[in-house]
């Protein structure tokens, strides 16, 4: 999520010496005196008396870069009672946040709603689009003892970072725990593994802040929020819907969805980069067709012959994993289909048109993604690029990353490994090589290439054509359902 990880998620203030404070309509600091915290009504500016505010121009370039959180909480405090005074003072940190950056306007809407649910519920936006600026400004909203929970070890580095440099917390009140290291502190960023681990102690924190939240509701790590008692609590997510319905658990574990927007609608409102989509079809070699076919009519046949058993239980797939364990023809058309999978996926067609989409863009830096790790090497292998997949080791994942960073090279190969959980460096294009039918991935591996840019971003899918990939491109992308070939 180079959302919080990226530092144009909120676009920083100036520097000057000027005292200010948040203006609750406009989201700018204006010259007033602060109003008692008992002001605050339902929503952001209720009770708060007219003030003269400053224009944006001069408050980005003229205005102390340090936000009071105080100040924060004050203008956009909820109804009585949302904010405990006592809840406050037994969680406090010893030193609050001071904010060095300036929130956008789709990130002041999500932190009113999350504030008119009483501190509690999920926030989804794109990747990119500045997820975890939300988190800072929840937490300047309520500065509490908190716990960051997320998914990697390189998220681990990024938070605490982006808590010491974004959120401006002290760092001796930032600990970590997870990648080999365990000092917990007043805020605490902590890998799921670690947080769900049975005797962990979360009971003293007051704000529960869940990165990557889809991943909360799995039976391991759902017991996090499940032993907490944190009356505050932000999940943050691009994509929360799962297939197993776990998102649905949410609400319990975390609160309400609040905030919702789609990359289209911030792409266009200039928060993002614009972005264009373009779909490429590729034939199969004769030799990859008749295999391809082989194995379909293999899967096919078994389907047709076993469809009433199949639908018994309601659940067609489930079934036919069911069946396999007792039935070597349910097992046979599983392969078949695998297989019959991974030719179309891996189609050497592909390769052809990720070299022609290349020497087009030669100049700009390009994200190529695939779904198999030996896809990766084969495009690696042939076209001498840098590639990342599970198995590179994390000293030269970083070494690489880096370079792509610096420029020393402009084109990267990757695997499932970077859809999530890593700073990746912007790129203008995105070629996806091969994926699976999830949405969740396909607007990952969008957000990629949507930072803010001057230039339109384009995100490339190479399909083999008369294929079941088709179908797991329209299903995937939620503006071609239903569309045909």
């Excluded at 799962?242 to 949410?250: A, T």
């Excluded at 030719?343 to 700009?364: C, M, W, Y």
């Excluded at 790129?427 to 949507?450: H, N």
Aim: charged letters at 25%; one cysteine or more; glycine letters at 10%.
């Amino acid at each position: 999520m180079a959302d919080a990880r990226a530092a144009d998620a909120g676009a920083p203030l100036g520097e000057g010496a000027a005292t200010a404070e948040p203006d609750p309509a406009l989201g700018v600091p204006t010259r007033r005196r602060k109003p008692s915290r008992a002001t605050g009504g339902a929503s952001a500016g209720a009770g708060v008396e007219a003030v003269d505010a400053l224009d944006p121009v001069e408050a980005a370039g003229g205005i102390d870069d340090e936000l009071d959180g105080e100040a924060l909480l004050d203008a956009l405090g909820g109804e009585d009672g949302v904010f405990d005074d006592e809840l406050l003072e037994r969680f406090a940190l010893t030193v609050p946040p001071k904010l060095a950056l300036r929130p956008r306007p789709y990130q002041r809407d999500a932190l009113r709603n999350w504030v008119a649910e009483g501190g509690r519920g999920v926030v989804v936006l794109p990747t990119g689009a500045g997820k975890t600026v939300v988190a800072f400004m929840a937490l300047a909203q309520v500065p509490v003892r908190a716990l960051v929970v997320v998914p990697t070890i390189d998220l681990l580095r990024q938070w605490r970072d982006g808590l010491i440099e974004k959120a401006g917390l002290p760092a001796e009140l930032v600990g970590v725990v997870g990648g080999g290291e365990r000092v917990p502190r007043e805020v605490t960023v902590m890998t799921y593994d670690s947080a769900a681990m049975p005797r962990r102690d979360l009971s003293s924190y007051g704000l529960l802040i869940v990165d990557e939240a889809h991943h909360l509701p799995a039976p391991t790590y759902r017991t996090i929020a499940d032993k907490m008692a944190a009356p505050w609590r932000l999940g943050l997510s691009a994509t929360p819907e799962r297939s197993d319905g776990g998102h649905l658990d949410l609400a319990r574990l975390i609160g309400p969805e609040v905030y919702r927007r789609l990359p289209a609608e911030l792409a266009e409102e200039g928060h993002i980069a614009k972005y264009r989509e373009k779909r490429i079809f590729v034939d199969l070699t004769a030799d990859e067709r008749a295999r391809y076919d082989g194995l379909m009519a293999e899967w096919r046949w078994y389907l047709a012959k076993q469809r009433a058993t199949l639908m018994r239980g309601g659940d067609f797939f489930q079934q036919l994993i069911r069946q396999s364990a007792h039935d070597p023809a349910a097992r046979r058309a599983l392969q078949a289909h695998h297989q019959a999978r991974l030719i179309a996926l891996n189609a050497q067609g592909k390769i052809d048109e990720v070299e022609s989409l290349l020497a087009q863009h030669r100049g700009e830096n390009v994200l190529v993604f695939c779904e198999y790790t030996t896809m990766v090497d084969q495009i690696g292998r042939r076209l001498g690029l840098p590639t990342i997949t599970y198995k590179t080791d994390p000293d030269e994942r970083r070494l690489v990353l880096d370079g792509f960073r610096a420029g020393r090279f402009t084109k990267l190969v990757t695997g499932r490994v970077l859809n999530e959980g890593v700073d990746v460096p912007d790129a203008r294009v995105a070629i996806v090589v091969s994926g699976s039918a999830a949405t969740r991935e396909y607007i990952q591996r969008l957000g990629r290439v949507l930072r803010p840019k001057a230039t339109e971003a384009l995100l490339y899918e190479i399909i083999s054509r008369r294929t079941t990939e088709g179908k797991a491109a329209r299903s995937r992308n939620p503006s071609l359902r239903g569309a045909s070939k």
